[in-house]
């Protein structure tokens, strides 16, 4: 979702964007994971090659939506790691389980919606929000 409201270009793009002025432009709370992964798209040629930027570039634009009140970095709450584990705990070989997990952990411990367009991760999330393009 951050990278979708961040780069013009991505496909999703417009849905983010609505239903971020929708919801009255929110701070939005980060973790280092989604933090890092809208780091390296931005930096993507291969994702987005007309609008990559640099990681300076895109630490700069990381900083200007923190320093605008748009963006709100979190250290990982107590008790991640418990409900991580409990998260992840399947019976079954699933490296995406893993993000997911932390995601939704996340989530739940700092008590705020998750917003995504993935189904399966929207599903994991009690409260979550499914954007749908």
Not at 2 to 20: F, K, M, N, P
Not at 29 to 58: I, W, Y
Not at 77 to 96: F, I, W
Request: glycine share 6%.
């Amino acid at each position: 979702m951050l990278v979708a409201l961040t780069i013009e270009s991505h496909e999703h793009s417009a849905v983010a964007h609505d239903w971020y002025v929708g919801q009255g432009r929110p701070t939005l709370v980060v973790c280092r994971h989604t933090q890092l992964g809208m780091l390296r798209f931005m930096t993507s040629a291969k994702h987005f090659p007309e609008d990559a930027v640099t990681n300076r570039e895109a630490l700069a634009i990381y900083d200007r939506l923190v320093d605008a009140g748009r963006l709100e970095f979190r250290l990982e709450p107590a008790g991640l790691e418990g409900l991580l584990r409990q998260y992840a705990d399947v019976p079954m070989k699933s490296p995406k389980v893993w993000s997911d997990s932390y995601l939704a952990a996340f989530a739940a411990l700092l008590r705020i919606p998750l917003v995504t367009f993935d189904v399966a991760l929207a599903r994991k999330t009690a409260g979550s929000v499914l954007l749908r393009p």
